[in-house]
């Protein structure tokens, strides 16, 4: 008799416990037999639309801390450390490409290699968001860490004046390694915060500014030093790979991916007649078109206008040390003028900066001009996930609206430095790469600002 009662609603607590011990990459769904009775039925319905339900619309279901929550943000932090923050450094490859190892090419082919890599790293977000929206997160960040650390082994071994050697060691292949763990890794924080995602956010994006200031202090030091490319980039290897263990081994998911995979190609419809949306994928193309100009080109802008060299080394550090307070104090900002207006404010002050570099000649204009462009340039990065799970209504579509959009608006970093490059000639005429670069920032900025206001008219109208 007891047997009788109490056996259904056995076997649907074990069917609900085998449910939620499936693995992330092979979800399975709840399912209920016809002959169970409706007591057990009711206890396996009531699971699954808990399971099914947007989980994101509820903060008392986040953690929003913990361990498990800021070691995934950690290691979020250290997979931007040496992600896009060491591809935001090549500013001392440029430097160090132009004068002394790819003396046989100009500027502007050197610069491909930087902006290819900058490229790849959110235009690979096109693959990894959608991998990562079907629970392929461990399969993302391990390939991604192993390519990134493969192709920093195989730069090492390039031998001078071998462009094509370079090019794809680190403009291709550390570009799609970074490319398949960026999106991820920023992505995971969502699993743990609501409330303080924006503040989670902002210091995991702080990681890559912190590898824009330690990195180029490393190369410059080493890479100008006794030692040779090839070792000096070996040292730098070293670094990157254990970091990126680091980073495997702390990061966790929470949430199971959704049971219904997401239909991408109607979340690109639905994205394409979002008006908010497009104008900041064109916000982001024009304004990364100028953005990469000064982290580029700052270093060799000093040498040439006969600074110090051992100054000249550390321009690149001070924008990037601004760019990190940026990043860190960003989500305090953020809390009080709201996303999209800090990012206008970024954007078009950038923009008049960039402009602004036409008179860089002194010591003391490096340093200002760093420090200010540095700081506006951190509160963009920092504001760019947020913006777009600010215009997402449906969270299980982030992972693809973040591919999409920083693929779109990637094609502008990959074509902004190497017409920088091209514009300034052999001759280095530098007031002609910073109108064209600084111009077309601030026609991001103004996108941005069309956008702000077509979403603020939008949530209007819903309210009414």
């Known amino acids: ?259 219904t995979p997401t239909n991408y190609i109607v979340a690109a419809k639905k994205s394409i007649r979002d008006a908010p949306f497009i104008f900041m994928i064109a916000g982001g193309f024009f304004f990364q078109t100028g953005f990469y100009y000064p982290l580029f080109f700052i270093q060799l802008d000093s040498i040439k206008h006969g600074l110090s060299v051992t100054f000249s080394f550390y321009s690149l550090v001070i924008l990037n040390v601004s760019n990190c307070v940026a990043r860190v104090t960003s989500g305090f900002i953020a809390a009080f003028t709201g996303v999209p207006n800090l990012v206008i404010v970024a954007t078009i002050s950038g923009g008049v900066l960039i402009l602004s570099m036409i008179g860089l000649s002194s010591l003391a204009s490096v340093v200002v001009l760093g420090m200010m462009y540095g700081y506006f340039a951190g509160l963009y990065i920092a504001m760019m996930a947020p913006l777009v799970a600010t215009l997402t209504p449906d969270f299980s579509e982030l992972g693809a609206r973040m591919g999409i959009a920083f693929f779109i608006s990637g094609f502008g970093a990959l074509i902004g430095t190497p017409i920088s490059g091209a514009l300034l000639t052999s001759n280095y005429t530098w007031w002609i790469p910073a109108v064209f670069s600084g111009v077309a920032s601030v026609i991001g900025g103004i996108m941005y600002t069309i956008m702000r206001f077509i979403f603020v008219r939008r949530q209007m109208n819903d309210k009414t």
């Not at 009662?5 to 069917?15: A, I, M, N, V, Y």
């Not at 950690?74 to 923050?85: D, K, R, S, V, W």
């Not at 490229?119 to 096109?126: D, N, Q, R």
């Not at 001078?160 to 370079?166: L, S, T, V």
């Open 1 to 259: 008799m007891l047997i009788r009662q109490f056996g259904p609603r056995l076997r649907s607590l074990l069917s609900i416990a085998l449910a939620h011990m499936s693995s992330e990459s092979e979800p399975r769904m709840l399912h209920v037999s016809p002959q169970q009775d409706k007591e057990g039925s009711e206890t396996l319905e009531e699971s699954q639309s808990a399971k099914d339900s947007n989980l994101f619309s509820h903060p008392h279901e986040f953690p929003e801390g913990g361990l498990a929550a800021w070691a995934t943000t950690f290691g979020a932090f250290l997979m931007q450390l040496c992600g896009i923050g060491y591809s935001t450094s090549f500013g001392v490859y440029q430097d160090f490409y132009t004068q002394h190892y790819l003396t046989n090419q100009t500027s502007s082919a050197i610069s491909w290699i930087g902006s290819l890599n900058t490229f790849l790293v959110t235009a690979v977000g096109l693959i990894s968001g959608p991998l990562y929206d079907r629970g392929y997160f461990y399969h993302l960040v391990i390939a991604g860490s192993l390519l990134q650390s493969f192709s920093l082994f195989m730069l090492s071994l390039s031998k001078p004046d071998q462009y094509y050697q370079i090019f794809l060691a680190q403009g291709v292949g550390m570009g799609i390694g970074s490319g398949l763990v960026y999106v991820p890794s920023i992505a995971v924080v969502s699993h743990y915060f609501r409330r303080r995602r924006t503040l989670a956010m902002t210091f995991v994006a702080s990681g890559s500014s912190l590898g824009a200031v330690v990195h180029p202090i490393m190369l410059n030091n080493i890479l100008n030093g006794h030692l040779s490319f090839g070792n000096s980039v070996r040292a730098s290897a070293g670094l990157v790979s254990i970091l990126l263990l680091i980073a495997c081994l702390c990061m966790r998911t929470r949430l199971d991916p959704p049971t």
